[in-house]
């Protein structure tokens, strides 16, 4: 038995009851990514009734199959009216010790008392308006990585129009750009909606061979960035001062107790 849980009042199952439904985006062509994210998914205990499987629009160069796959899922939860729904690609996995488990908690958690549309729970964080430690919330200004976020009731079709952006800026000049990625392009919504990070993250990328850049990869750092690698700012495009390192070391980053 452990004898922390059994004295702990706190839940160590990640809170996924608001959450309708769970669309992973997988290429026919990666059974084995199918098989990986299907387990990552119970391991953080998703029931299998919430689960959809989108077969992923292979394209190339990927970047554009990965633009016009999460347009296609966009327009999917529209039309059906969905959210909250959580969209994960195939390569991502999840921190599921207690630690990482309670920080998710606390942050969707904190979603229920404020307006949000978007809540990344990992991405490459470069710069936010707010920091709330005890709710391990960042507001978001600009970050990357379309890997795990939760999209909320009613706005996908905003997400699925600038996403559809990306898809014509990435093939207007003849030769293909990826400067126009979906989490570039996507800026256009989070700097003036309400879209939120988890810090520490839970979900990141996990290494292995990428289809989009053709050759192995590992981009899990990037996920586990120390708060002084972030630029803060307010509302009205003042830079805030920088967190120290003294600050960042009070915090959990999210590699800590993996």
Known sequence: MDLKRFMSDADFAFDHGFIEKVIYINLKSRPDRDDDILGVLEKIEIPYRKIIRFDAIEKTP?????????????????????????????????????????????????????????????????????????????????????????????????????????????????????????????????????????YPCIAYQTKGFSDIRGGPMDYEFLFNKPLSDLTFFTRDGRMKPKVTEQETEKETSAGADV
């Open 62 to 198: 990927g970047f554009l199959g990965c633009a016009l796959s999460h347009a296609a899922v966009m327009k999917m939860i529209a039309e059906n009216g969905w959210g909250p729904v959580l969209v994960i690609e195939d390569d991502s996995d999840f921190y599921c010790d207690d630690e990482h488990i309670r920080q998710a908690n606390l942050f969707l958690s904190a979603l229920h008392k404020r307006e949000w549309d978007v809540a990344l729970l990992g991405g490459n964080y470069f710069s936010a308006f707010e920091h709330e430690p005890e709710n391990c919330l960042l507001s978001l200004k600009y970050a990357f990585c379309a890997n795990a976020y939760i999209v909320n009731r009613g706005y996908a079709e905003k997400m699925m129009h600038v996403f559809e952006k990306s898809v014509r800026l990435i093939t207007a000049n003849g030769e293909p750009d990826e400067s126009k990625s979906i989490d570039v392009i996507w800026h256009d919504l989070m700097e003036k909606d309400n879209w939120f990070g988890l």
